[in-house]
């Protein structure tokens, strides 16, 4: 087996030497392998997704990955930007099915803007749509308008657009994962406005029939979004297209007060996955020892079992950090009085004592 381990920018070396301290404490058998990505590989390579980072993300049955973006890589051209790796790993890898739960854990219940009631307990599974949608659909791009729109003004535009089999594809993950779980799938769209989200309504309804088990609910995204913020506990599996995904999965990270605890997982046909946190690199407060890192442990965890076929050490490290928190460790984000405020190394090492 082997890791592509991807780092990143701002404090993802920081969060991703604790995740990988733990991953060596578990004394499995696997590979190992580093490589740049975003902007640290712009500035020694010339580019943020280097063939090199590429072709060992390629080979390796998982890689791990930090974040990316700096402040002074902002004013770089669109195609040199940090943020270009990420969307390029995940268009290359097929990385289509986008894993991003919100979990609020119990001692963390108070760090929710919303009312403790409406948090305690919640596990949302999100599932966004990842190499599809108006992030990839041609043609985009900036031209003198040409056919009338807005006579004399130049213009930009982006396509929104699915085809039936990246539809089809997610609403299996979408649909399965809910059987695994509630056996209640809400699928999110703009099929009110949207040719390509009535598209998606359909061939969601469709994709149903075969499973006859699960409940399926659609909503439109506007009326999502304020469900996630009044009751979000009525929700379990939700399926969206990219951009959606996109928007939904920050509001219900910030649910549980803690954006720094959340993994993600993104996978391919063949159960190649990225894993990554769903926070970025924030890099105000990179290199000052204070990031929390257990999202990207629990995106280590999130690799073992669906890429590396080891989900007792999933549980194992899922278990260690749930210790943890329970013996009152509390990195600066999820601080509060009572509990030991403690910096990114020390949450590493607490959590493989707690292994
Ligand atoms: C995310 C990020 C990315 C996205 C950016 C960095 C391209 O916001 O993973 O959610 O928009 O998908
Ligand atoms: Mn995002």
Redesign the pocket.
């Known amino acids: 087996m082997k890791i592509a381990i991807l780092p990143g920018d701002g404090i993802g070396r920081e969060i991703v030497t604790e995740a990988v301290k733990v991953l060596k404490a578990l004394d499995l058998s696997f590979e190992m392998e580093f490589a740049d990505v975003g902007g640290v590989a712009y500035a020694a390579h010339g580019h943020p997704l280097p063939d090199a980072t590429l072709k060992l993300a390629k080979q390796a049955d998982a890689v791990l990955f930090g974040a990316v973006?700096d402040f002074q890589y902002d004013n770089l051209e669109r195609h040199l930007r940090p943020?270009q790796a990420?969307?390029g790993l995940r268009k290359e890898l097929g990385l289509f099915a986008n894993f991003r739960p919100a979990i609020c854990y119990e001692q963390l219940t108070h760090a929710s803007s919303l009312k403790p009631e409406l948090v305690a307990g919640l596990d949302i599974l999100i599932i966004r749509e990842l190499t599809g949608d108006i992030y990839f659909g041609q043609p985009r791009g900036r031209r003198t308008a040409s056919d009338g729109h807005f006579p004399g003004a130049d213009e930009a535009f982006d396509t929104m657009r699915y085809a039936r089999p990246e539809i089809e594809r997610i609403a299996h993950v979408a649909f399965q994962a809910a059987q695994k779980r509630g056996k209640k799938l809400l699928s999110v769209d703009k099929a009110n406005v949207l040719e390509t989200f009535q598209f998606w309504r359909d061939v969601m309804n469709e994709v149903h029939k075969q499973y006859p088990d699960v409940t399926l609910e659609h909503m439109y995204v506007d009326n999502a979004a304020m469900q996630l913020v009044k009751a979000p506990k009525n929700i379990d599996v939700l399926v969206t297209g990219n951009m959606f995904g996109?928007i939904l999965?920050d509001e219900a990270a910030m649910l549980t007060g803690s954006i720094g605890m959340l993994p993600s997982a993104s996978l391919n046909a063949k159960n190649q996955g990225l894993y990554e946190p769903s926070h970025g690199s924030a890099p105000d407060i990179a290199g000052k020892g204070i990031a929390n890192p257990l999202a990207t442990i629990l995106s280590a965890a999130m690799m073992l079992r669906y890429s590396l076929g080891k989900p007792e050490a999933a549980d194992r490290i899922e278990r260690a950090v749930k210790k943890v928190l329970a013996s009152g460790l509390r990195t600066a984000d999820i601080y509060s009085e009572g509990t030991r405020k403690v910096g990114t190394v020390e949450m590493g090492d607490a959590v493989v004592a707690a292994l």
Do not use: K, P, R, V
Request: aromatic letters at 0%.
């Open positions: 973006g943020e990420i969307l996109d999965s």
